[in-house]
């Protein structure tokens, strides 16, 4: 299994570009699910997610072929509308099928996801907001079975902000018989990249970047050329690492303009920086000052940068208080930060991070996609070697990470 071994120590330094939005990729193929016409993206990340998706689309008969930057994804006919247990357990956003699939075929079969590292992660507002359309839903020996003649718009309250959610039922609407209305919406930007994707296949969506979309139903969407926005978080990341090393980075082929919440947190650890049109620039002269947070939904700080914070806090100067409120179970990094030597305090949803001069490079295990770049982030920073282990999860949402990182002059290799 692979590991990343990191010799910490040294400022990042230089200039990256910034993949595509692995959480607005993962979507966007699915919508190929509800057209027969060839839907050719350009900006896809390379990574092994996306893969995962495209493998899944290809068991349902879905032609997919990479492209230099992307995939064109083709579901002329939909030979099979099942999502096996096999992959649907190695990606939960694999549920996203299932309401394309029932929009265009009339029926679906996808496993539940099953147990997820970060929390429980249940799906019943996916299944509740499916069935107020009509769709009759039977749980079959850990699969969802969904069947629908046609869905019918109607208007959807969700219980709580949810991302995918928002996603499988603004998908399926599209091709529903009349007008959905989904309220208590999610706002993340890669909802409205979806939505933009889809209104360029024909759709009909107003409202998306709000908490009320509206989607007017129409029989059938066309084919097109569409372009992932750039990764917030992956960009959030390589901030995060640069203001914990004490460097200075310019991003490139990212944009500013979603990050509000997170760029304010890094000006206030002491972070100077410059925003232009698809760029980013950070240089952290001194050590960083602690930083307190709080995860919520977008606009605000987003819970899949809570880690690399966490990071960060643990070699800033003062005490931060980090208050996790979307996953119950997303601090497991917090215990591979303390045997890098932070001073982390866990109590419920809350750590107490009170940061120290240096971390200790140490042998730490990746647990999950967020919690493997935090781990990244302290080995940067610590003295002597870190070698990460599990970096499968690494793999999943950041494309080539050490040869990035190594880029900004870092020194990190992967080992067998
Ligand atoms: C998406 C992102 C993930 C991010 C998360 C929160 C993708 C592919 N993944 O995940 O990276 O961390 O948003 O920003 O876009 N919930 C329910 N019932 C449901 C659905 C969700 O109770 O039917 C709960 C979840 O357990 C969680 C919260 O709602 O506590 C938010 O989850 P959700 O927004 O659905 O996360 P995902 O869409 O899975």
Do not use: W
């Not at 699939?101 to 147990?115: D, F, I």
């Not at 993340?188 to 509206?214: H, K, Q």
């Not at 952290?284 to 606009?299: D, N």
């Amino acid at each position: 299994m692979d590991k990343l071994r990191i010799r910490g120590g040294v400022p990042l330094s230089g200039e990256i570009r910034v993949s595509g939005a692995k959480n607005a990729a993962l979507p966007i193929m699915c919508a190929a699910l509800l057209s027969a016409e060839p839907l050719r993206l350009t900006n896809v990340p390379n990574l092994r997610d996306v893969a995962t998706m495209a493998k899944l689309l290809g068991q349902m008969g879905v032609s997919a072929n990479a492209t230099p930057g992307g995939y064109t994804l083709q579901a002329a006919q939909i030979s099979s509308p099942l999502a096996h247990y096999d992959l649907v357990r190695t990606m939960r956003a694999s549920v996203l099928v299932l309401g394309p699939l029932l929009a265009r075929c009339g029926e679906a079969k996808v496993s539940l996801p099953g147990g997820c590292a970060i929390g429980l992660r249940p799906v019943d507002q996916h299944v509740k907001g499916l069935t107020a359309m009509g769709a009759e839903i039977t749980m079959e020996q850990g699969y969802i079975v969904a069947r629908a003649p046609r869905l019918r718009g109607v208007r959807l309250v969700m219980d709580l902000v949810t991302v995918t959610g928002t996603e499988n039922l603004m998908m399926a609407a599209c091709l529903a018989e009349g007008t959905t209305v989904i309220e208590n919406a999610a706002r993340e930007p890669e909802v409205v990249d979806l939505a933009n994707c889809l209104v360029a296949m024909g759709a009909r969506i107003s409202g998306a970047g709000t908490d009320v979309i509206s989607v007017e139903g129409v029989s059938a969407l066309h084919g097109c050329d569409y372009t992932v926005m750039p990764d917030r978080i992956e960009t959030g990341t390589f901030l995060a690492a640069a203001a914990a090393t004490g460097g200075r980075v310019r991003l490139t082929g990212t944009d500013g303009s979603i990050l509000d919440s997170v760029l304010a947190k890094l000006r206030e650890s002491g972070a100077e920086i410059v925003v232009g049109s698809d760029t980013i620039s950070l240089s952290m002269m001194r050590r960083a000052r602690s930083v307190s947070l709080r995860t919520s939904p977008y606009p605000a700080f987003p819970t899949d940068m809570q880690a690399q914070f966490m990071a960060l806090d643990a070699v800033a100067g003062g005490t931060a208080v980090i208050t996790e409120t979307i996953f119950e179970n997303r601090f497991m990094h917090a215990i591979e930060l303390q045997r890098l030597g932070a001073e982390i305090e866990i109590s419920g949803n809350t750590a107490v991070v009170r940061g120290v001069e240096k971390l200790q490079g140490a042998t730490v295990m990746a647990t999950d996609l967020r919690a493997s770049a935090s781990l990244v982030i302290a080995g940067l920073v610590a003295d002597g070697d870190t070698v990460i282990d599990r970096i499968y999860h690494l793999d999943r949402g950041y494309d080539a990470i050490e040869v990035r990182l190594s880029q900004l002059g870092a020194r990190i290799e992967r080992v067998a």
